[in-house]
């Protein structure tokens, strides 16, 4: 098991950029693959990215693709994303998720391992 704690949400207006971060701690973080994503009120929890231990194998969903980077940095224990360009319709509850497998799926119950979530809110 994998403990994940975000932090990084916040409020911002439409255009900006916001760094969210995963720190991760338990078992051994390099081995497993890193996903992040997000739940707005009414609709269900969207994948957005992941990436494998290595870091060399990375997936975006269409709707985030050119306007957020994931990345991790295994020494630290921690995965980041970073989101530029952020629209009103980005606003929401953002998780990051631990797969145990190494492989990159965009389903959530792929994942055994949650963060309790951090808020973004992108005023227009």
């Known amino acids: 098991q994998v403990q994940l704690v975000e932090s990084g949400g916040g409020l911002v207006q439409a255009g900006g950029s916001l760094r969210l971060s995963c720190a991760a701690s338990?078992?051994?973080?390099?081995?497993?693959?890193m996903g992040w994503f997000r739940q707005a009120p009414g609709k269900e929890r969207e994948f957005l990215s992941g990436?494998?231990?290595?870091?060399?194998?990375?997936r975006y969903a269409d709707s985030v693709k050119g306007r957020f980077t994931i990345s991790r940095d295994n020494a630290k224990n921690t995965v980041y994303l970073q989101m530029n360009s952020l629209k009103p319709e980005d606003t929401a509850v953002y998780y990051c998720?631990?797969?145990?497998?190494?492989?990159?799926?965009?389903?959530?119950?792929?994942?055994?391992?949650w963060g309790q979530g951090t808020q973004v809110t992108v005023s227009s």
């Open positions: 998720a631990g797969d145990s497998t190494g492989l990159i799926r965009t389903t959530q119950s792929a994942y055994d391992s």
């Open positions: 990436i494998n231990w290595s870091g060399t194998y990375i």
């Open positions: 338990g078992r051994t973080f390099s081995m497993n693959v």
